[in-house]
């Protein structure tokens, strides 16, 4: 059977998954979503003796119908290999009761290396199956992560170019270092004089520049997007849900069907998202905990039922999740309004002209799998030094907002579900805030010469990603402002206007 995607927006035009994949965003401005969530056609008590690999395509296969298996299982296999440090891709850690899903045991030790790493792949699977000739420009905002685990993919691919944007001052210093230090002819990265959510819209304006589309179809070019709102993205993050699941099933830490709550650090609210189709898939998970930094748009929306980016912009320890516009929060919109494209577009047209917008009451009621939670500083900094202090186990700041979350829920509810808390970065990347925050003596150090210190007292090894960046050389060093983004793309591609 063929599963087809529609735009959030508009469910009258139809696409395949590969022309999804393609093109990023739909034409109206909304995000591709499949036409229904397909159930996992593998019982658990298979799935538990899996490889990442083999369910990676178990769960792949239903969504990338347009596939070939051996199109799909070679995108795999290029992407989940030895770039990652460990055999199990994906590895459950438990510390104390909770079990500690680690993602980032990628090229740039974060969890958007799970997805970026085979994005490439089936971007240029799927240009080959459309028979598409021109060459494919990844236009990227970043707010930390994204742009040096998109460019980790894409770096010399050939038939494709990646330009990351990132807000000036608004990611850490290795997250910078890696950036700037990007190997590659195809890629380029440029730091704006703005936050990451004037990052993110000027790229999606690029995008709907219907004459900028048309220049760049002149000179041989298309644009496709890297970011979380892209399918190729969030399809491949719901592998490791079923996988985390099966694995706790394997290794007895659970029952079968027995339920467990998810706590997932979140931003632009893909990572969750891809958690609540797996929990559709069939995946037993009973309650999704959103945790949000001192950025608690998602939060407030959880509590009140209205979403509201009019506020101030925090910058926080967790530079990941300072995001005040989540874009796929309006896949969340879409499934709870009963698949009403033209309310999702009347809402999402409320959030451009006011910065907000309220659901309906029907609308919240169909939330009731997620439960909205924070960490203030405080708090993140906090659990980072009681878990070292107990366990001997350091989680970086991202992680550290989940964890708060997970067991502030617990602690109100007196809940005894089994919890997953999703770790989305090593400590190695958020070094300043995660050191200062087990002892104040590190506050006037280096970050680069904490890689040392935090090796001496977690005993673990210091990732590539880390050694490999210390003495490169620069590459990338243009910037600019927000309202010059199209210029600079231009000039980067070399096209006179
Ligand atoms: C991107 C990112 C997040 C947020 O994930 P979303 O899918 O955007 O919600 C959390 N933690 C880290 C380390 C990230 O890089």
Redesign the pocket.
């Known amino acids: 059977m063929n599963l087809l995607y529609k735009s959030t927006r508009n469910t009258s035009q139809k696409v395949t998954a590969s022309e999804a994949i393609l093109k990023g965003l739909a034409d109206d401005g909304g995000l591709f979503v499949p036409e229904f969530i397909p159930q996992l056609d593998v019982p658990m008590d298979e799935l538990k003796d899996k490889t990442y690999q083999e369910t990676a395509y178990i769960v792949m296969k239903q969504f990338f119908t347009d596939f070939t298996e051996e199109e799909l299982k070679h995108c795999i296999e290029r992407a989940y290999g030895d770039k990652f440090d460990t055999k199990e891709i994906a590895p459950l850690v438990k510390i104390g009761d909770t079990y500690y899903l680690e993602l980032f045991h990628g090229a740039t030790i974060?969890?958007?290396d799970m997805a970026l790493s085979i994005l490439p792949h089936l971007l240029t699977t799927s240009a080959k199956k459309n028979h598409v000739t021109k060459d494919i420009v990844i236009l990227t905002a970043t707010?930390?992560?994204?742009g040096k685990a998109a460019m980790a993919g894409f770096a010399d691919v050939p038939g494709t170019k990646i330009i990351v944007f990132y807000p000036k001052g608004g990611v850490s210093a290795v997250q910078e270092r890696q950036m700037i230090t990007q190997k590659g002819n195809n890629t380029a990265v440029v730091a704006i004089h703005g936050n990451f959510d004037h990052a993110q819209s000027g790229v999606k304006t690029l995008f709907e520049d219907q004459k900028l589309k048309e220049k760049l179809a002149q000179f041989g070019y298309q644009f496709s997007s890297a970011n979380?709102i892209n399918i190729g993205r969030l399809i491949p993050q719901v592998v490791y849900y079923v996988y985390a699941y099966a694995k706790l099933l394997q290794h007895e830490q659970i029952t079968p069907g027995e339920k467990i709550n998810v706590t997932?650090?979140?931003?632009?609210?893909?990572?969750?998202l891809a958690a609540y189709y797996a929990k559709q898939m069939g995946v037993p998970i009973d309650k999704l905990l959103c945790a949000s930094n001192q950025n608690k748009v998602l939060y407030d929306f959880f509590e009140t039922g209205t979403y509201d980016k009019n506020r101030e912009f925090i910058l926080t320890s967790?530079p990941?999740?300072d995001?005040l516009v989540?874009s796929?929060l309006e896949r969340l919109i879409y499934s709870i309004s009963n698949e009403d494209a033209k309310k999702t577009a009347e809402l999402m047209g409320d959030l451009k002209q006011c910065g907000s917008y309220e659901i309906t009451p029907e609308m919240r009621e169909r939330l009731s799998d997620f439960v909205g939670g924070y960490a203030t500083e405080k708090e993140t900094a906090e659990i980072i030094e009681n878990t070292y202090k107990n366990t001997g186990y350091v989680m970086?700041t991202?992680t550290a907002v989940a964890a708060h979350v997970c067991r502030a829920y617990k602690d109100k509810w007196d809940n005894y579900t089994k919890e997953l808390v999703v770790s989305?970065?090593s400590p190695y990347k958020f070094l300043k805030s995660v050191m200062t925050a087990i002892d104040d003596k590190y506050q006037t150090m280096d970050e680069f010469d904490l890689v040392e210190e935090l090796n001496k007292i977690s005993g673990t090894p210091i990732p590539n990603a880390i050694s490999e960046i210390k003495n490169a050389e620069i590459r990338h060093r243009r910037e600019c402002n927000v309202d010059q983004m199209k210029e600079t793309v231009l000039d980067i591609l070399e096209i006179e206007v």
């Open positions: 974060a969890f958007k707010s930390g992560d994204t979380s997932v650090p979140t931003g632009n609210f893909g990572n969750i967790s990941s999740m995001i989540s796929n970086d991202h989305t970065a």
